[in-house]
């Protein structure tokens, strides 16, 4: 099989050879909600831990401080930020390039598709000497996007849940959101899978960074600088 078959690969949108060795792939909108992204989940990863574990009692009234008032409201900012941050990238997906669609699509219909997945996995575990070549993600990283979404609806939903669980009855966060009471009845079976779903995000993170980096160094492409710059630089001509 070579790499001509694979959909996404370098040589599936004519770029082989010598003739062109940089393509722009991830659009502005898509780079600034990535980082943006970054941002609002490392801040609800720390302010959601330090709520599930709370900082030691502060010295003095307990009226002269409001700290995890604070950090409550960092949370909860920070997770609307994310929501619409969220629905923004959906509506690029349909207005944006072809790239901007793999994290909301697995081709798992697709047998090349398949074949490249298996092949991704057997070169993170050293097993192959070489990568494939892709434009955008390839596909065990279309696969981690993939359960990132699902993980982030998840988080989404249970977390204005237990919003509007304090919101009260009455409010429209639960008329929105309050069908998720009717999935897990107890309201402390919310805050695990919450917390369960923070935790599997953290575990993402620093597998995403470390594949990031892995990728950088040893792979036939650029990745961190395509997504500061867009563009995915690719190292040699040389095909599969």
Known sequence: ???????????????????????????????????????????????????????????????????????????????????????????????????????????????????????????????VRYPKKYVGHNPLANTAMFLFVIAMLAMMATGFALYAEGAGIDSLWYRLFGWVFAIFPNSQDVHTVHHLGMWFIVVFVILHIYAALREEFMSRQSMLSAIITGERTFRDSRPD
Request: hydrophobic share 50%; proline share 5%; no cysteine.
């Open 1 to 127: 099989m070579t790499e001509m078959e694979i959909p996404g690969t370098l040589d599936a949108v004519g770029a082989t050879g010598t003739n062109r060795q940089s393509i722009y792939v991830y659009e502005a909108p898509v780079r600034i909600w990535h980082w943006l992204n970054a941002a609002l989940v490392t801040l609800l990863v720390v302010t959601g831990y330090l709520i599930a574990s709370p900082l030691p009692s502060m010295p003095g009234e307990a009226s002269n401080w409001y700290t995890m008032g604070y950090i409550r409201f960092v949370h909860f900012a920070s997770g609307q930020a994310l929501a619409v941050g969220f629905l923004f990238r959906v509506y690029w997906a349909f207005v944006g390039n072809a790239y901007a669609r793999q994290l909301f699509a697995l081709p798992f219909y697709n047998r090349i598709w398949r074949w490249g997945l298996l092949y991704e996995l057997r070169w993170y575990l050293f097993l």
